[in-house]
C-alpha cells in the first residue's frame, strides 16, 4: 500500500514538461548508482584490473552495450500475391549528437546482414542541433546502407536545424524523401508519408498553458493536414505510411472516414520507448500518459488501421536507456 501511494506521489508530479527533467536526472542518478556498485564490486578485485573491472560492470549494468541494439521482426500478410516476402527496414530517431556513434555504426551493420529490400527512416537524425555538419560520421555512417531503394521523412528535431540541407544530403545519398508522395513498392502496395508538421514560430508539440491538446492550434493544423491528405489517397489499396509523432495519428481528432476502403499501416517513432523507465513503472502508461498512444512502443491495431511505433536507435539528451532496448525494425510483407 505505501509502496503503491508513493508511486502515485510521484508520477503524478510528472507531467508532460517535467518529463524532459525527470528523465535526464533519472539516468544521472542511475548512472552514479550503477558505477558505485561498480566500485564495490570491483574492491575484490586485483588492483591491476580493479579500474578495468570497475569501467566494465558500470557499462554493463547502465545497459549501454552492443547487445542492447535489437532487430524487432514482424510478419505483415497483405495479401500480396508474392511467392517472396518483401522485406522492409525500419531504422528511426537515430539523434546521433547524442548517442555514441558506435550504436549507429553496428545498426547500419545488422541492416545490411538483413539484406533488404527497402529501408525507410522515420526521423530525428539529430537531436536540437543548430550547427549541422553535413560531412561528419553520421552521414557517413548512413552511405554505408547496402539497399537501393531507401526512403525518408523529417522528425521533430530535424526541423532544429537546417531540414533543407539534411534533405539534400540524403538525396545526395540517394535516400528518396516521400512527404506526400506515393511510390509504388509491389502490386497494389503503396509507400507515402508526411514530415513531422512543424511552426517554425513554435518549435514545440507540447501546449505550454491548461489547453486540451486537440484544442492547440499545432495539433489542430497537423490533425486537418493529416486527415485532408488521407483523404486523396486512392481507395482499394494498401499503404505503408511514414509519420513520425504517433499519438497525432492515434488520438483520432480527423474524420476516420478517410480510411475507407483502404488497408493502412503506420510506421512511428518519436518515444524512444520511453528511453527511461523506471523498474516499477509500467512502460505503456508513460506511453498514455506523456506520448498520448495506448502503447509505448510496437504494434497497435486500431479499427481501421495499424500504426507501429519504433523504439528507434538513438538517445535525446544523454546517452542511456533503461528498460527501452533500441531497435531497428524489420517487416516481411507478403
Excluded at 506520448?291 to 535525446?316: E, R
Aim: hydrophobic residues 40%; contains cysteine.
Amino acid at each position: 500500500m505505501i509502496y503503491g501511494l508513493v508511486e502515485n506521489l510521484i508520477f503524478r508530479l510528472i507531467t508532460e514538461e517535467m518529463f524532459p527533467c525527470v528523465t535526464i536526472a533519472c539516468g544521472i542518478g542511475a548512472f552514479i548508482l550503477f558505477l558505485l556498485i561498480g566500485c564495490l564490486i570491483s574492491q575484490i578485485c586485483p588492483k591491476k584490473t580493479r579500474f578495468f573491472f570497475t569501467c566494465l560492470i558500470c557499462v554493463i549494468l547502465s545497459g549501454i552495450t552492443i547487445k542492447e541494439l535489437t532487430i524487432e521482426k514482424i510478419n505483415i500478410n497483405y495479401d500480396l500475391g508474392i511467392e517472396k516476402s518483401l522485406k522492409i527496414v525500419q531504422l528511426s530517431d537515430f539523434h546521433s549528437n547524442t548517442t555514441f556513434p558506435i550504436l549507429t555504426d553496428i545498426a547500419i551493420k545488422m541492416v545490411n546482414d538483413e539484406n533488404p529490400d527497402i529501408v525507410l527512416l522515420t526521423g530525428d537524425y539529430k537531436t536540437d542541433c543548430d550547427h549541422l555538419d553535413l560531412n561528419d560520421s553520421f552521414f557517413e555512417t548512413i552511405s554505408q546502407i547496402k539497399c537501393e531503394k531507401k526512403y525518408f521523412i523529417y522528425g521533430n528535431h530535424d526541423f532544429y536545424q537546417n531540414e533543407a540541407k539534411i534533405k539534400e544530403k540524403f538525396i545526395d545519398l540517394n535516400i528518396i524523401p516521400v512527404h506526400k508522395k506515393l511510390v509504388k513498392l509491389e502490386k497494389d502496395l503503396y509507400l507515402t508519408g508526411i514530415d513531422y508538421p512543424i511552426d517554425k514560430n513554435k518549435p514545440k508539440f507540447r501546449t505550454q498553458d491548461n489547453t486540451p491538446l486537440e484544442e492547440s492550434p499545432w495539433m489542430i493544423s497537423a490533425y486537418s493536414d493529416l486527415g485532408h491528405y488521407l483523404g486523396t489517397l486512392p481507395k482499394d489499396k494498401k499503404y505503408i505510411f511514414l509519420y513520425h509523432t504517433p499519438h497525432v495519428v492515434t488520438t483520432e481528432f480527423y474524420d476516420t472516414k478517410v480510411f475507407d476502403g483502404k488497408k493502412i499501416l503506420f510506421l512511428s517513432g518519436h518515444t524512444h520507448g520511453g528511453q527511461i523507465i523506471p523498474p516499477f513503472k509500467d512502460p505503456d502508461q508513460v506511453g498514455k500518459d506523456v506520448f498520448y498512444v495506448d502503447k509505448i512502443a510496437g504494434m497497435i491495431h486500431k479499427d481501421k488501421y495499424d500504426i507501429f511505433i519504433s523504439k528507434g536507435i538513438g538517445t535525446a539528451y544523454i546517452p542511456f536507456r533503461l528498460n527501452a532496448r533500441p531497435e531497428i525494425c524489420v517487416f516481411n510483407v507478403k
